[in-house]
Every structure is written in C-alpha cells, then in structure tokens.
C-alpha cells in the first residue's frame, strides 16, 4: 500500500527470502492465482466483443453480421479456440478447487456473489455453446445472427439475457477488486461504473432489437433441422448433469474436511485482548477469523494482491514456512520486517500468538465489543497534531468564569470543525489543547495531506475568531502546532460508559511524543507550526527552506529535520509536479 513504508522496520534480505520462498512453497499458489487472473482476462476479452458486437443491432442487423465477421476472426480459429477453450477449462477448474479447499463459507457478500455467479455461468451457458459452435463443427450449421435470433426470440428471450447479465456481473466483480488495489483506478471509477452499465444494456436492447425487427419483417424458418437437436439436446444434458456432479463433489470434499476437522488435533491462535482460538490447523488465518467471526481486513479477497491483512506474528512465526514469492513481493514493498506476514497467506499448524496491523471495515456487522478492531489495538501509520492556545492562564486569571469557559469553548469548536472538516479525528482536548489524527481511513498520505490542510484552515478560523472577538481582547488569541507521521496504535482506552458506548479511539506511541514536543517547539523558535521533514515526505509536498531546523528529541539518537512555519503556509506538491513531468 503506498505510504506504509514507515509502518515496519526494513524487511532485511528479501531476495534471499523470495528465493527461499520459491522452493517452500511447492503447492504453486502464485501460479494458479496468475492462470485465474489471465483465464479471467481472456474469458472477459471474449464477453467484451461478443457484447459488442451485440450493440450494433441499435443500428441494423446488417451491420450485426458485419462486426460478426470481426469477432469470428478473432476468436473462430485454431488459436482462438485453442486459448479461449483453455482459458474457460483452467478459470472453472481453479474456481471449483479454491471453492473445495474452503474452510469457512463467512465470506464478504462481493465474493459470495462472485462465487455464486462464477459457478452458475458453466450451467447456462452450456445450452448457448451446443446451440451455436458446435453445431457449426458438427454440422456446418450457419450459426449467424439471423438465424440465433430466430432460435432465441421470443422463446428463450429472458434465458439468454440473464445470461449475459450473470456473466457481466461476475466479470466486473472480479474487475473491480483486482484493480482496486492499484492506486490510479479511483480515479478512473466513475468512467468505469458507467462502462459496467452501459455495456450490457446497450448489447441487450442491440440483440433484442434486431430480434424483433427480424420477426417482424422476415419470416425466417427455424434453422434446426431434427438431425442437430437429436444430437445437441441429449448432449446438453449430459452435460449439465455431469457439471452438476462436479459441484456436488466439490460440496463432498467441504463437509469431509469439516467432519476431519472435528476429530483432528487443535492448535490456540491468540488475538490481541487475550481472545483464544482452538482450531484445526489447515486454514489461514484469515480464514480462521473470518470462521470466529473476528473482523479483519482484506481488500483483495484473499489474493495476495494488497496488504490490508497484514498481521504481527508476536509468537510462534519461527514455525511458519517463509513466505511465497507473491507474499515476499508484497511485504518487501510495504517495508515489513519479519515478523509481519498476510493473514492470506499463513496456514498455521502450531501456536500462534497475532496482531492485526490494519483496521477491518464493516466491524459494526459483527456484535460485541470484540467485533471492533480498535478495541484490540492496531498499528498504522498517521499523522498526530497537536494545537495549543498560547498564555491562555494568564488571560484567564483576571476573567469571570462564564467568559472563560465561552472563549475556550469558541476556540476549541473553531479548531475542532477546521480539523474535521479536512478528514481528521479529535482524539481528545486536552486543556486549552487539541490533539488530533489524520489517515486512520484513507492512509499515510492523504493523512499527511489533509493534516497540513487542517493547520493553514485551523489558522485562519483563529484569524476570523479574533476579528470576532477583538473588542473582548487584550491581545489577539496566539495559537502553537506541532505536526509529525509515522506508525502508532490506535486502541480505544478507557471503560465502557453506563450507555453501553464504548472510549474515544486514542493514539498511542512515540509518534504523538514526538509530535507534542514539536508543539512545544513552536514557541521556542517563534513560530506557530512545526512540522517534521517526514510529514512533508508523506504527503508528497515542499516548503519554504527558511524556516528548516533540527530539533533534538528525547529517545532519539538523531535530532528531527523541521520546518518552523507561520500558516497559512503554501506547500508545493512534488507528486504532482513529478507526475506532471513524466507526461
């Protein structure tokens, strides 16, 4: 994921580790995901044109058999048939041993659909395949639009469009969560949930359309003559049938494992807060807390394709083979040390005691304060910022407490919204002082971004407050930030109230010291922020230089490269100007 590199320490010796990895991991995971990947690609390729070639019937039936004379091109020819014929045997065949492998059916509703989806389209499609390239090498029948339209209208209308329909859908699922973990598609989104639309409403109203203005103008003969059915129907059937025993097989192999399960040895898999599985080893462990209904994170299905179940392995990783070359490659890009693994990836057959780095989505669907994951604790990097308002002792003391309590409570709002109103989270106030997150959702550099966004907006919602409240001043309210990123927990601290509501998220290391010393900072060098080199990093931006300076920490062997700054404060966007330049 971009911008995790400080959440870990530096994986040491990848290469050796991918290496070793390679000769580990003799079942061929990365293998079979890649033929998955490119059978998928090519079965999608193939809907893709034969959609369409479906839209032209918006125009004519004419111009149908025209682009026909493309498609056929394509993909009616020795090589065609050979790939196509392949990529569908390998794609339901992975699809049928993955499913037989499962250890748990709590799966996200996205995969459930897949998966229901996927298995259904070898069933439907069988009779469409029989009733067209088939018949064509069986028997030279012309399986041209006009006479598929005449066998398929009316009769068979809606079978063959909820055809097209289960296939579209199933492509797009698997579409989406494969691109979703690269950076760029969300920016494309928006073109691409109209393409998912339009496509197959454009293809179904071309077909259709051309179908009825053929049974309205020509009177086409049925095209099947007794010989070809006598041969298809009895085929088809057998066909099915046998499909049909696949997946009851498939269905065996689950409950045989289940039933295995129950008598097999169990091993203890500890959670943070103490929560103790016993399981049969054989699933991974992301399998595992799916099956006990602990929530963790996964964007990719399970794939290996990102990082978000990403998991400490505080005891017991030693018995742990060494990761795939797939698991290496993501780890290594993450900048994860060796005790971090993919929950994906791990299929556990000792003791293991876990931390999950990442908070999972969607835990409010699971009951139980052990449902949420920050009340476990987990690791991420963000961005931690302090504010506090300067001598506001002093200019307390010779006030009533009414005007007190109403100009910190002015104060606090106005800093408050400003931070909330870029994406951050009031972890707590603190006197006359603010503490706050940025990233906790959307990761390290929009965190970055969004908390530097939130000290130009906090200081100007200060330079509003004091025009406000001028004629109530001695001095105009004077305010210190201090800024800084890097990997902290996140845990809700604190006891459940008496309404059952559980304790504000809070963060929790040596990220917010140092952040809060940087705020103290900022009165020593007369500024009213200091931010560190790593924010800027982070978030891809630069700044004036003349306020660069270096500041010793507590702990740290190494002073801190800071700026000292006076928001609002431009920043320059390295990102995009890099991006821009590449262009």
């Known amino acids: 994921m971009t911008g995790q590199g400080t959440q870990d320490n530096t994986r040491k010796a990848p290469d050796k580790r991918a290496t070793r990895a390679t000769r580990a991991t003799p079942d061929g995971a990365p293998l079979r995901q890649k033929l998955r990947l490119w059978s998928g690609l090519t079965l999608f390729s193939f809907a893709l044109t034969h959609f369409l070639n479906h839209m032209l019937g918006l125009y004519s039936l004419e111009a149908m058999e025209a682009g026909r004379v493309v498609f056929l091109a394509i993909w009616r020819n020795p090589l065609g048939e050979v790939v196509l014929i392949a990529a569908l045997v390998v794609h339901v065949a992975l ?171 169990t091993i203890e898999i500890t959670y943070p807060g103490g929560r103790v599985l016993k399981v049969v080893p054989g699933p991974t462990l992301l399998e595992i807390s799916r099956m006990n209904g602990i929530p963790h994170a996964d964007v990719c299905g399970g794939r290996a394709r990102c990082s978000t179940c990403r998991t400490r392995i505080l005891d017991g990783a030693d018995t742990l083979p060494t990761p795939s070359t797939t698991e290496a490659r993501v780890l290594q890009r993450i900048g994860a040390d060796e005790s971090v693994r993919l929950a994906c990836q791990i299929r556990p057959t000792a003791p293991l005691v876990v931390q999950p780095l990442v908070p999972a989505r969607g835990v409010g669907r699971v009951s139980g304060t052990s449902a949420d994951a920050y009340h476990w604790g987990v690791e991420q990097p963000v961005a931690i910022l302090f504010v506090d308002l300067r001598n506001f002792t002093g200019m307390a003391e010779n006030r009533l407490s009414y005007d007190v309590v109403f100009l910190l409570n002015r104060y606090l709002g106005e800093t408050a919204r400003a931070i909330e109103a870029c994406g951050g989270y009031v972890d707590k106030f603190i006197g006359d002082g603010v503490m706050a997150v940025f990233g906790m959702n959307d990761g390290l550099q929009a965190g970055a971004r969004n908390a530097l966004a939130a000290v130009n907006a906090i200081a100007e919602s200060m330079e509003r407050l004091n025009a406000e409240l001028k004629p109530q001043l001695e001095a105009p309210l004077r305010i210190g930030m201090g800024l800084h990123c890097g990997s902290v927990i996140l845990g809700r601290i604190g006891a459940v109230d008496n309404k059952g509501a559980s304790a504000r998220i809070t963060a929790l290391g040596d990220v917010v010291n140092t952040a809060s010393r940087l705020e103290t900072a900022s009165k020593d060098l007369g500024r009213a922020l200091v931010v560190s080199q790593d924010v800027l990093k982070a978030a891809g931006y630069t700044c004036d230089p003349e306020g660069e300076a270096e500041i010793a920490i507590r702990g740290r062997k190494d002073p801190l490269h800071v700026f000292a700054l006076d928001p609002p404060a431009g920043f320059t966007d390295t990102l995009s100007r890099a991006t821009q330049g590449a262009s």
Do not use: C
């Open 95 to 265: 699809a049928l041993w993955k499913t037989a492998r499962r250890r748990t059916f709590r799966l996200p509703l996205w995969q459930w659909a897949q998966l229901l989806l996927g298995l259904s389209v070898p069933y439907l499609l069988i009779p469409h395949v029989m009733g067209t390239g088939a018949l064509n090498d069986m028997f030279g029948y012309d399986d041209s639009y006009r006479n598929t339209l005449t066998v398929l209208w009316p009769g068979v209308a809606f079978n063959q469009t909820l055809l097209m329909l289960i296939v579209w859908t199933h492509a797009m699922i698997g579409l989406h969560f494969w691109l979703r973990t690269y950076p760029s598609y969300r920016r494309f989104m928006p073109a691409m949930a109209a393409f998912a639309v339009l496509v197959p409403a454009l293809a179904t109203l071309g077909w259709i359309g051309a179908a009825r203005r053929l049974k309205l103008t020509e009177n086409v003969p049925f095209p099947l003559n007794r010989e070809m059915t006598s041969w298809s129907d009895p085929l088809i059937g057998a066909l099915r049938n046998g499909f049909l025993g696949l997946l009851a097989a498939t269905l065996a192999v689950i409950l045989i494992r289940i039933l295995i399960r129950r008598i097999r040895n």
